[in-house]
């Protein structure tokens, strides 16, 4: 829904931008998944630039881009309202993720391989599933509307 006004091709090709942000932290869920299926590895090959700069910036380089993207464009008011809130969104995405990770750490015994590779696995297609619907919303200049995570992302951007 676009009620916030009227969306210009470069606000909804911005809007697409921060959500390389948690599709870069969902690749850590799909390696096996990628070992499974190796084709589907060739998918995310134009990835490779952003993750050369990731590896510039450094172990950090995350955390600076979220701040970054929190700061300079979220709180920005003279942004357009539909990139601030797919910005926010794609950081509450990247959050979902980094959570995720955390939660599959704890779960990750031994004794449990296949379970916390399953678990790896729908983590990875779950984050690229909200990613690649959020793109699309976004690029028919629809606000993406993700239960739960679209609520917040309205009670921080006004």
């Known amino acids: 829904m676009a009620w916030r006004g009227s969306t210009t091709v470069s606000d909804r090709l911005l809007a697409c931008l921060p959500y390389l942000l948690p599709l870069i932290a969902a690749l850590a869920f799909g390696i096996s998944l990628f070992r499974e299926f190796p084709a589907l590895a060739v998918l995310f090959l134009p990835l490779q630039p952003v993750l050369a700069i990731y590896g510039i910036l450094g172990p950090y380089s995350e955390l600076i881009i979220f701040f970054v993207l929190f700061f300079l ?15 926010m969104q794609a950081l509450l995405l990247d959050i ?6 955390i939660l599959l750490r704890l779960v990750a015994l031994p004794g449990i391989a296949f379970a916390a590779q399953t678990l790896s696995t729908t983590i990875f297609l779950g984050i690229v599933a909200a990613v690649v619907y959020s793109v699309v919303q976004s690029l028919m200049g629809r606000y993406a509307e993700i239960p739960a995570i679209s609520d917040a992302v309205y009670m921080q951007v006004r």
């Open 73 to 87: 464009v979220v709180r920005n008011e003279r942004i357009a309202h539909f990139i601030r809130f797919n910005t």
């Open 96 to 101: 979902v993720a980094y959570l995720c990770g």
